[in-house]
T-cell receptor
Framework: KAGVTQTPRYLIKTRGQQVTLSCSPI?????VSWYQQTPGQGLQFLFE???????NKGNFPGRFSGRQFSNSRSEMNVSTLELGDSALYLC?????????????FGPGTRLLVL | GNSVTQMEGPVTLSEEAFLTINCTYT??????LFWYVQYPGEGLQLLLK?????DKGSNKGFEATYRKETTSFHLEKGSVQVSDSAVYFC????????????????FGQGTILTVHP
């Protein structure tokens, strides 16, 4: 099976712009979670989608949003970018998003905000 | 809320040395526990996991035992190799807690391991 893929791998944006990141889960997986990784805050959960519905959300401002399509592919959007949004954004997929299921991570999208 | 605390890093070892990376957690109920590894420029890979008290997860020579009495999940390896150099993350997920647990891993801050020949 192909692994989790994320596009693009690298992005450079300026403050105030918006950005959309894409994640394609492993075939058959219906749950997609998104995480932000920074040197200062570590790995933080953004949100989780299952069957096109957001089931769980972390403590991020409303500028961070996401969606999931019927084929389980997911996108996240960050509007009005701030310098502090520079980070590695990781998505992970699992079958149902429950309990002890393993989450399989993509390689991430590295976002730099200037 | 849930939290995971890992030992301060970085950790520097010589090849064939014994490795321990400490991990303790705070959670209600019965979390499942994981160790993930991140190599430079890559995403996270699952190293091992344990789903209930006294379970031992193992993979590629790494082991960790779920200790509910001490709320710990320490990672060990008897003989490290240069190829083990990476960042190691301890994580938990709250099982069977409904909406607030779906897909949400809580991570420790990560421990950088460097192994010299």
């Amino acid at each position: 099976k192909a692994g989790v893929t994320q596009t693009p791998r690298y992005l450079i944006k300026t403050r105030g712009q918006q950005v959309t990141l894409s994640c394609s889960p492993i075939s058959g997986h219906r749950s997609v979670s998104w995480y932000q990784q920074t040197p200062g805050q570590g790995l933080q959960f953004l949100f989780e989608y299952f069957s096109e519905t957001q089931r769980n959300k972390g403590n991020f401002p409303g500028r961070f949003s996401g969606r999931q399509f019927s084929n389980s592919r997911s996108e996240m959007n960050v509007s009005t970018l701030e310098l502090g949004d520079s980070a590695l954004y990781l998505c992970a997929s699992s079958s149902q998003g429950r309990g002890a299921e393993t989450q399989y991570f993509g390689p991430g999208t590295r976002l730099l905000v200037l | 809320g849930n939290s995971v605390t890992q030992m301060e890093g970085p950790v520097t070892l010589s090849e064939e040395a014994f490795l321990t990376i400490n991990c303790t957690y705070t959670a209600t109920g019965y979390p499942s526990l994981f160790w993930y590894v991140q190599y430079p420029g890559e995403g996270l890979q699952l190293l091992l996991k344990a789903t209930k008290a006294d379970d031992k997860g193992s993979n590629k020579g790494f082991e960790a035992t779920y200790r509910k009495e001490t709320t710990s999940f320490h990672l060990e390896k008897g003989s490290v190799q240069v190829s083990d150099s990476a960042v190691y993350f301890c994580a938990l997920i709250q099982a069977y807690a409904g909406g607030t647990s779906y897909g949400k891993l809580t991570f420790g801050q990560g421990t950088i391991l460097t192994v010299h020949p």
